[in-house]
């Protein structure tokens, strides 16, 4: 059973740094050509795509958002890491980790996790 | 950057109906399009990849068409459960980066 489950602060103050894990299980994160990405959501918003990390090491982030983003995994642990830089109150939002299961000629997300809600405030 | 855009915004429509929603691309994404399902307070569901192909446990009443930069997610008789927002996805290159479009919500007319 596949499953993805964030953990992280509920709340984090203007200009501090956010890390969140997504702690995976039912697959490996050495899966050839496998990855995992981090979502967020803004309440009431779309969603907006943040970063990749894949199997062998490889990442990809958000153009927006580059600078302020890293991007990490643990395979023996199972649990990939995200961290945000610099938070502002627009950053308040619900933050996904999702599946890839192969990223080929196709490269979407097939398992979720349930998301956390992050809302920066002082 | 590619910039996916849905329409329409919000989607009335009765059960039993057709529901017919869009999604448009700044530019050709060839078949590297998804559709994602959200209902209120849950994550996003996957629904179509490859702009066509349903995905696993996905009734046959969802399906996707479309390539390049036009594309259709059709639900050919809206059940309860379908009312919900939708968001097409493009995923491109190597390594990929992804847009989302801004969603369609499907309401209950």
């Known amino acids: 059973q596949v499953t993805l489950k964030e953990s992280g602060p509920v709340l984090v103050k203007p200009t501090e740094t956010l890390t969140l894990t997504c702690t995976v299980s039912g697959f490996s994160l050495s899966n050839a050509r496998m990855g995992v990405s981090w979502i967020r959501q803004p309440p009431g918003k779309a969603l907006e795509w943040l970063a990749h990390i894949f199997s062998n090491d490889e990442k990809s982030y958000s153009t927006s958002l580059k600078s302020r983003l890293t991007i990490s995994k643990d395979t023996s642990k199972s649990q990939v890491v995200l961290t945000m830089t610099n938070m502002d109150p627009v950053d308040t939002a619900t933050y996904y980790c999702?599946?890839?299961?192969?990223?080929?000629?196709?490269?979407?997300?097939?398992?979720w996790g349930q998301g956390t809600l992050v809302t920066v405030s002082s | 950057e590619i910039v996916m855009t849905q329409s329409p915004a919000t989607l009335s429509v009765s059960p039993g109906e057709r529901a017919t929603l869009s999604c448009r691309a700044s530019?050709?994404?060839?078949?590297?399009l998804a559709w994602y399902q959200q209902k209120p307070g849950q994550a996003p569901r996957l629904l179509i990849y490859g702009a066509s192909t349903r995905a696993t446990g996905i009734p046959a009443r969802f399906s996707g068409s479309g390539s390049g930069t036009e594309f259709t997610l059709t639900i050919s008789s809206l059940q309860s459960e379908d009312f919900a927002v939708y968001y097409c996805q493009q995923y491109n290159n190597w390594p990929p980066t992804w847009t989302f479009g801004q969603g369609t919500k499907v309401e209950i007319k």
């Open positions: 530019q050709s994404v060839s078949s590297n």
């Open positions: 999702a599946r890839i299961p192969y990223c080929g000629g196709d490269c979407y997300s097939d398992y």
